[in-house]
């Protein structure tokens, strides 16, 4: 596959040499040689256009915009921390694959779950734009992952509106999030504040039976509660025949 490279009017995917690792460029002729490279790029371009920091916006505007936000992408192991709580926060970090938690540890290392991240999300963006000097909170790798680092350009170039538009809406939807992980924290028991986040996430998925994000351990971190009394509630909430479960699937009973 060969593309003219001095003159971009012949080709509307010439951005797209952004995200390839290796090229092969002849001063000769004057072209550059794709190989399977391209059909990276191409897959790159069609997830990030799937993603809600990115949604509404062109092949073009995304690879742009990738431009002025310098970014750089990272690989990590499964348990290993993307950062730590003090350190200065990137401006924007979005996962291409696996999936975080964001955290929070006391001084005697207890840990409290304050959310996740999936493909396709962004995390701790609300820390850089206030501009935190250093985070209050750690990022750990819940699986293999791979992650997007964007950095806000100070000056100079001019993002898409749908961009800014974009990151309002899901910076307004975390806040929504952070308000219902009040609500049921708010809770005065543990079986309390266990039913109320299996209501909601019913309420979310819109049916009785859903699965949620968390492992056991998981979840009795983001309700701030101790694993063994979760699972013991887990068990009385069986026998009393409100909700079946197994791993993170649960089924709520009449």
Known sequence: FLVYFDNSSQHSS?????FLDGLYY???VKYVVFTTFLRCA?????FLSSTALFRGMTDQEISAALQLLSCREQAYEKGSFLFTAEVSPPSLSLVLEGNVSIVREDYWGNRSVIGLASAGDIFCESFALAGFSS???SVVANSPCRILFLSLPSKGGSLPVAFYRNLLEITSCKNIALTQKIQHMSQKTT???LLSYLSSQAQAAGSSDFSIPFARQGLADYLSVDRS???AQLSSLRREGLL???KNHFRLLS
């Open 135 to 137: 985070m209050p909170v």
């Open 42 to 46: 191409l897959k790159k371009l069609s």
């Open 229 to 231: 009394a979760l699972s």
């Open 26 to 28: 002849t001063k000769l």
């Open 14 to 18: 010439s951005l797209l040499l952004y």
């Open 244 to 246: 079946d479960c197994h």
């Open 191 to 193: 079986r309390e504040k």
